[in-house]
């Protein structure tokens, strides 16, 4: 079958949640992915921050290999070798204590919410706990995280939703200190918020949000799942502000490409929330997907890949700061590290469509904003080939 009429038969089998870009992508290498017709493109979208270490890693696809060759399921009845070996490494990665491994970001979050209720039933045997969850901010499809995500038009058509969440302004402590309550268990926002647009923390917020979470022994929840694995330059953003949370979600980059999530939590609690019973998956934790995650932080510690990230982030933000002061019609410019922003004054699928016809593979944030999330090896030389085909389209 041709390109064309494997996306024809895509059409008439799939259901249509998705408007999807027109190729069909058959493999990849490195920082290069390549359609059926062999035309090569540079990848600055990495499976949407998943592929932080490219494509064809030999290193990563032989532990993969090898782990099929022994066993992939056995159910979460029983203990597996590469769950124990990616939950260790999570913990010293993250700095907290107790992990619940999932199939996807969405599951993590809500696993993050049953959580904080939990903990807060806890204390006061009480079922009327809130939560405050970020205007503009995404989490995921499922009902629990579709109720925290703070754009109503992912929510309208699906509500009512888990009830008792209320919106404050990313970036502004004072609206969340205006919704605080004796009903609050936890306040739960994206580090670096991606779909909504790339609004990173400032500095204030994050630990303002912080001082109002240990005063009044609510749960500080960071969503990571998109800028979390490396993308900012550190292993977790929330890392840069010197701030440690009560729960953290993560996926995406965890996997570079197998389907893994998780959430992470204190040892305080871990010991006050969760218990026997309350929480399960078939899948989650399985160890296929855990050797994936194991093998993915051991490659963490034997590369610079944080140094790259750190360094050629930088020479990124400079060439779309350069874009920026340059074209009247980009209004800002946001992001740290390999997940940066620019935000257009129109829609921007035109622009996106043209870079993909020149060999250039990127995606938006919302209508009017090109999202930069490359796999994290991408190279200086790699930052200007995308630099002349973007400036090309515009």
Same mark, same amino acid.
Request: glycine letters at 10%; aromatic letters at 10%.
């Given at each position: 079958?041709?390109?064309?009429?494997?996306?024809?038969?895509?059409?008439?089998?799939?259901?249509?949640?998705?408007?999807?870009?027109?190729?069909?992508?058959?493999?990849?290498?490195?920082?290069?992915?390549?359609?059926?017709?062999? $035309?090569?493109?540079?990848?600055?979208?990495?499976?949407?921050?998943?592929?932080?270490?490219?494509?064809?890693?030999?290193?990563?696809?032989?532990?993969?290999?090898?782990?099929?060759?022994?066993?992939?399921?056995?159910?979460?009845?029983?203990?597996?070798?590469?769950?124990? %070996?990616?939950?260790?490494?999570?913990?010293?990665?993250?700095?907290?204590?107790?992990?619940?491994?999932?199939?996807?970001?969405?599951?993590?979050? %809500?696993?993050?919410?049953?959580?904080?209720?939990?903990?807060?039933?806890?204390?006061?045997?009480?079922?009327?706990?809130?939560?405050?969850?970020?205007?503009?901010?995404?989490?995921?499809?499922?009902?629990?995280?579709?109720?925290?995500?703070?754009?109503? $038009?992912?929510?309208?058509?699906?509500?009512?939703?888990?009830?008792?969440?209320?919106?404050?302004?990313?970036?502004?402590?004072?609206?969340?200190?205006?919704?605080?309550? %004796?009903?609050?268990?936890?306040?739960?926002?994206?580090?670096?918020?991606?779909?909504?647009?790339?609004?990173?923390?400032?500095?204030?917020?994050? $630990?303002?949000?912080?001082?109002?979470?240990?005063?009044?022994?609510?749960?500080?929840?960071?969503?990571?799942?998109?800028?979390?694995?490396?993308?900012?330059?550190?292993?977790?953003?929330?890392?840069?502000?010197?701030?440690?949370?009560?729960?953290?979600?993560?996926?995406?980059?965890?996997?570079?490409?197998?389907?893994?999530?998780?959430?992470?939590?204190?040892?305080?609690?871990?010991?006050?929330?969760?218990?026997?019973?309350?929480?399960?998956?078939?899948?989650?934790?399985?160890?296929?997907?855990?050797?994936?995650?194991?093998?993915?932080?051991?490659?963490?510690?034997?590369?610079?890949?944080?140094?790259?990230?750190?360094?050629?982030?930088?020479?990124?933000?400079?060439?779309?700061?350069?874009?920026?002061?340059?074209?009247?019609?980009?209004?800002?410019?946001?992001?740290?590290?390999?997940?940066?922003?620019?935000?257009?004054?129109?829609?921007?699928?035109?622009?996106?469509?043209?870079?993909?016809?020149?060999?250039?593979?990127?995606?938006?944030?919302?209508?009017?904003?090109?999202?930069?999330?490359?796999?994290?090896?991408?190279?200086?030389?790699?930052?200007?080939?995308?630099?002349?085909?973007?400036?090309?389209?515009?």
């Amino acid at each position: 079958m041709t390109q064309k009429e494997y996306i024809d038969e895509a059409e008439k089998a799939l259901l249509h949640t998705y408007n999807r870009y027109q190729v069909v992508f058959d493999h990849g290498d490195g920082v290069k992915l390549y359609d059926m017709d062999g $035309k090569e493109y540079l990848d600055f979208v990495a499976g949407i921050s998943v592929f932080a270490f490219g494509y064809n890693n030999k290193e990563y696809n032989d532990a993969l290999k090898a782990q099929i060759d022994k066993i992939i399921h056995t159910s979460n009845y029983y203990y597996n070798v590469p769950a124990v %070996e990616a939950a260790k490494k999570l913990k010293e990665a993250s700095g907290l204590d107790r992990v619940f491994f999932t199939n996807s970001g969405a599951e993590a979050i %809500e696993g993050a919410i049953k959580t904080a209720r939990k903990y807060a039933y806890l204390k006061d045997g009480k079922t009327d706990h809130e939560i405050i969850a970020m205007e503009h901010s995404f989490h995921g499809r499922t009902m629990g995280a579709l109720s925290v995500t703070g754009n109503p $038009k992912y929510r309208e058509a699906f509500e009512p939703g888990i009830g008792n969440i209320k919106f404050a302004r990313m970036n502004d402590l004072e609206s969340v200190k205006a919704l605080i309550n %004796e009903k609050t268990c936890a306040i739960l926002f994206e580090t670096v918020q991606g779909e909504g647009g790339i609004y990173p923390a400032t500095d204030e917020f994050i $630990k303002g949000v912080r001082k109002l979470c240990d005063e009044h022994d609510i749960l500080m929840i960071l969503d990571e799942i998109q800028c979390g694995m490396g993308r900012t330059g550190y292993m977790f953003a929330y890392q840069k502000y010197g701030v440690k949370p009560d729960v953290i979600t993560t996926a995406k980059a965890l996997g570079c490409g197998v389907p893994i999530g998780a959430f992470a939590m204190t040892e305080k609690v871990g010991q006050n929330s969760l218990k026997a019973g309350d929480h399960g998956t078939t899948y989650g934790g399985n160890p296929l997907a855990c050797a994936a995650a194991s093998k993915v932080f051991d490659m963490f510690k034997s590369t610079e890949i944080l140094k790259n990230v750190k360094e050629t982030g930088d020479y990124l933000y400079e060439k779309l700061e350069m874009l920026y002061n340059k074209k009247n019609d980009i209004v800002a410019h946001r992001g740290i590290g390999f997940i940066q922003g620019l935000e257009f004054d129109h829609p921007v699928a035109d622009i996106i469509n043209k870079a993909l016809e020149k060999g250039l593979v990127l995606i938006n944030a919302g209508t009017n904003i090109i999202r930069f999330v490359p796999p994290l090896i991408v190279s200086k030389a790699d930052v200007d080939a995308m630099f002349d085909i973007l400036t090309e389209c515009l």
